[in-house]
């Protein structure tokens, strides 16, 4: 009888299993073309608003003192309209779509990215897989979606970022984070996580920035002027900040119970401490072999600490769950719960429900919250790991331990 069974050799079945990471991208492919489709004729409001500022600079007009769609500012740096330029080669409709194709593209190769760093498998981690769950995620979490719907870059940005810290050589490590702050300046928050890992890489970012920000300046005087002189000064400018889809702490005392107008010595100190625990995860994170760990920990940080984190400035929750999946064993469990909320959240997204009332109060800074909260969790965690391992001989206090420990 077990003559007449087919028999499958382990190739067999280790082809059938790889199956299944591409029929999963195709299928959520598909869906994500189809809601493309659909949403191509409601929004694209940011690249409507690159293009015109770079269409507004290209015939002498100072970009930073017009008003495009929906009455917005263009409120990058001078640099950036360097770089934004290719947005204007094309019609929108085609711009609008290989800007999509692009973003999908880099969400998939910062998952594989991730997937690299964190897996332990000698073979690698599987294409088909990171597109997968790019596509999937750019479907179900808020943040990464919203970046499609408005024709945003942050998906750009943060491969630029994983690919500095993850993929250029030491030597050359900091230069593109350096760059891409020039471009915008949110990614200057992890000029900390280069000064944890190494110095020497936070120097060139600086250096890179700077070099690339003065050059702007010499060529483009009067714009540069208006942006780092006035416009960078003035978050308001960016939108509206009491807005719910600023989750950020400057848009947290920004909306009730707190007064519309704000305070700085209150955000001030929220800051300051967001910037120490944050800064204190990476550290730790990356002191005990876990430089993507610390990379999602300056995240949350520079998210919380910016005046504006618009909810599309938060696509890095996309990059949570691959970690979480790969490095189960090297998180605590009260890490993981709370990561886990975090990306939770942002499919529910709770902080849209209500306008006006009491519970809007309450979900409207629910991300940004529940963002701190991940942090501070961390924060114990790390700090309870710290002082086990001190209470151990050090024969006991090996790298085997903490990693399986974190």
């Not at 073309?33 to 949403?39: D, H, V």
């Not at 990058?76 to 779509?97: D, G, K, N």
């Not at 702490?249 to 209150?266: E, I, Q």
């Not at 990059?319 to 709370?338: N, S, W």
């Amino acid at each position: 009888m077990t003559g007449l069974l087919p028999a499958h050799s382990p190739e067999e079945s280790n082809a059938s299993t790889s199956r299944w990471p591409r029929v999963f991208a195709v299928a959520c492919g598909a869906l994500l073309c189809t809601f493309l489709a659909i949403e191509s004729r409601h929004f694209g409001t940011d690249l409507r608003v690159y293009r015109e500022s770079v269409s507004a600079w290209s015939k002498g007009v100072n970009p930073y003192v017009v008003n495009y769609t929906n009455g917005l500012h263009f409120t990058y740096t001078p640099f950036a309209l360097v770089v934004l330029w290719p947005l204007r080669l094309a019609s929108f409709q085609v711009t609008e779509w290989a800007l999509w194709f692009g973003t999908i593209a880099a969400c998939s190769i910062s998952t594989w990215l991730i997937l690299r760093a964190t897996s332990r498998q000698e073979s690698g981690p599987s294409w088909w897989s990171a597109l997968a769950w790019a596509s999937a995620a750019l479907l179900l979490l808020e943040p990464a979606r919203s970046g499609l719907s408005y024709g945003q870059i942050e998906a750009f940005l943060m491969l630029a970022i994983l690919v500095d810290a993850l993929v250029i050589p030491t030597p050359y490590q900091g230069i593109v984070i350096g760059i891409v702050s020039a471009i915008k300046l949110t990614p200057l928050i992890f000029i900390v996580f280069l000064l944890v890992r190494d110095w020497r890489s936070a120097l060139r970012a600086g250096a890179s920035f700077g070099a690339v920000t003065a050059m702007a300046w010499l060529v483009w005087p009067k714009e540069s002027r208006s942006f780092w002189l006035h416009d960078v000064f003035k978050p308001g400018r960016v939108g509206g900040v009491s807005y719910a889809g600023n989750q950020s702490w400057w848009g947290v005392l920004h909306r009730a119970p707190f007064l519309h107008t704000g305070s700085l010595a209150p955000w001030l100190i929220l800051c300051g401490m967001t910037l120490l625990i944050g800064t204190f995860v990476t550290w730790r994170n990356v002191v005990l072999g876990a430089p993507v760990q610390g990379l999602l920990a300056m995240a949350l940080t520079g998210l919380l600490i910016s005046p504006i984190s618009w909810t599309h400035h938060w696509v890095w929750v996309l990059l949570i769950p691959p970690v979480l999946v790969t490095q189960r064993a090297a998180m605590h469990p009260a890490v993981r719960g709370m990561l886990w909320a975090l990306v939770g959240l942002t499919v529910l997204a709770p902080y849209w429900w209500f306008s006006s009332g009491a519970v809007a109060d309450v979900l409207n800074d629910s991300l940004a919250l529940l963002g701190f909260a991940a942090l501070s969790c961390w924060t114990v965690c790390l700090l309870l790991l710290g002082r086990e391992l001190s209470e151990q001989s050090p024969s006991k206090a090996g790298l085997t331990p903490v990693t399986s420990a974190l």
